[in-house]
């Protein structure tokens, strides 16, 4: 499995296309550790963030930059997929996600993530869309979204709790600082 940032742990990752759909689509699941929710409030506590990339056939790693950079700016909790395709940059929220973002918070989100596409060295257009309504992959959208759908089923993407396991800890060990 491809270890594609320092910031993110890959829990799955398709190297290759895989079936028919679009031009050699294929998908990876990163998670990191956030602190904020999917409307970029602070949380009480930290959080994962498991973020499906959607990959085309050129499987073009640069697409991590600018994960990487909307990570660093705290602009990647909404998202649940996150894509490059024919030099455009593609965040998909959750339909609920997109719902409670009023039109002036999309529009300052939207704004935000091509602000940071745009400062790439190979700068992208971007969109920030919905499961149902994208162009993430070169495909008819009732595919796109079943594709999308499923992936989301498989790992349940977006903001989860971090499981500790307490018994493990040992309260009374001293630190040296």
Do not use: C
């Amino acid at each position: 499995m491809n270890k594609y940032s320092e910031f993110f742990k890959t829990l799955h990752d398709d190297t290759a296309p895989t079936g028919y759909l679009g031009r050699g689509t294929h998908y990876s699941v990163l998670r990191s550790v956030v602190w904020h929710n999917s409307l970029q409030h602070q949380l009480p506590k930290a959080a994962y963030l498991d973020l499906a990339v959607i990959w085309d056939e050129d499987h073009d790693t640069r697409v991590i930059e600018a994960i990487e950079l909307l990570y660093f700016s705290g602009l990647l909790t909404p998202a649940i997929f996150v894509g490059e395709r024919k030099g455009s940059f593609t965040v998909v929220v959750s339909d609920k996600t997109l719902e409670e973002f009023d039109e002036r918070k999309l529009s300052e989100y939207q704004q935000a993530v091509e602000e940071i596409t745009q400062s790439l060295d190979d700068p992208w257009a971007a969109e920030v869309t919905s499961i149902n309504s994208n162009h993430i992959i070169n495909d008819r959208s009732d595919k796109i979204s079943q594709y999308l759908q499923t992936i989301n089923m498989l790992w349940q993407l977006g903001i989860k709790p971090i499981q500790i396991n307490t018994s493990k800890l040992s309260l009374e060990r001293e630190y040296p600082f």
